[in-house]
């Protein structure tokens, strides 16, 4: 059910841009595609969502491929902070979420 | 503004004994969620509520899993009686309404069954 396919892990070092990429090929015309983050101990925070266009925000940016079936959530300078786990996410109709296992990154001072 | 809340924030209990976790979501949110975050995965709906109303309950245990929404406001997660595999946290979220905008999560509340 989950829909989405992300890589377990990834790092970057502190203050360098990361790319988190994120592949949903049966993506369907009416699904928007949204990124959460969830820091140790804590519950899931919204960073970006899109559904056709780039977006950007004040936490990140987000890339649609324009097939869809692809995106990636670029956070243009990590900070330690910005250690978490990063969910990709359809929202189907009627907003509700499936949550795959999501991408732990790690960065390094 | 208060972000959603959930208590308790920790609870262990036996198996076959039965539990309670309550959450107060965001004043004003019509959408209220209860996930399961099984250690290393990702959060699973379990029900979601709109108002005082089910909207989808398809991946909540019915025979051991109970949830209500009185008033439309508060809301009560049960299970009775809890199973070694239940051990997970639970967490609660709200939306403004079905179908639009970010859900904001509450804490969660980790429950272990031993």
């Known amino acids: 059910d989950a829909k989405t396919t992300q890589p377990n892990s990834m790092e970057s070092n502190e203050e360098e841009p990361v790319h988190l990429p994120c592949n949903h090929s049966?993506?369907?015309?009416?699904?928007?595609i949204h990124w959460y983050r969830q820091l140790p101990s804590q519950g899931p925070e919204y960073v970006i969502h899109?559904?056709?266009s780039n977006v950007n925000n004040r936490m990140a940016s987000l890339a649609i491929a324009e097939d869809r079936k692809s995106s990636t959530l670029i956070l243009h300078r990590a900070t330690l902070r910005d250690a978490a786990v990063y969910y990709c996410i359809l929202r189907a109709t009627g907003n509700q979420f499936y949550f795959g296992t999501g991408t732990s990154l790690t960065v390094i001072p | 503004e208060a972000g959603v809340a959930q208590s308790p924030r920790y609870k262990i209990i036996e198996k076959r004994q039965s539990v309670a976790f309550w959450c107060n979501p965001i004043s004003g949110h019509a959408t209220l969620y209860w996930y399961q975050q099984i250690l290393g995965q990702g959060p699973k709906l379990l029900i979601q509520f709109q108002n005082n109303g089910v909207v989808d309950d398809s991946q909540l245990p019915k025979d051991r899993f109970s949830a209500e929404r009185l008033k439309g406001v508060d809301s009560t997660l049960k299970i009775q009686p809890a199973k070694l595999e239940d051990s997970a946290v639970y967490l609660c979220?709200?939306?403004?309404?079905?179908?639009?905008?970010?859900?904001?999560f509450g804490p969660g509340t980790r429950l272990t069954v031993t």
């Open positions: 049966t993506i369907s015309g009416t699904d928007y």
């Open positions: 979220a709200s939306s403004l309404e079905v179908g639009v905008g970010e859900q904001y």
């Open positions: 899109g559904l056709t």
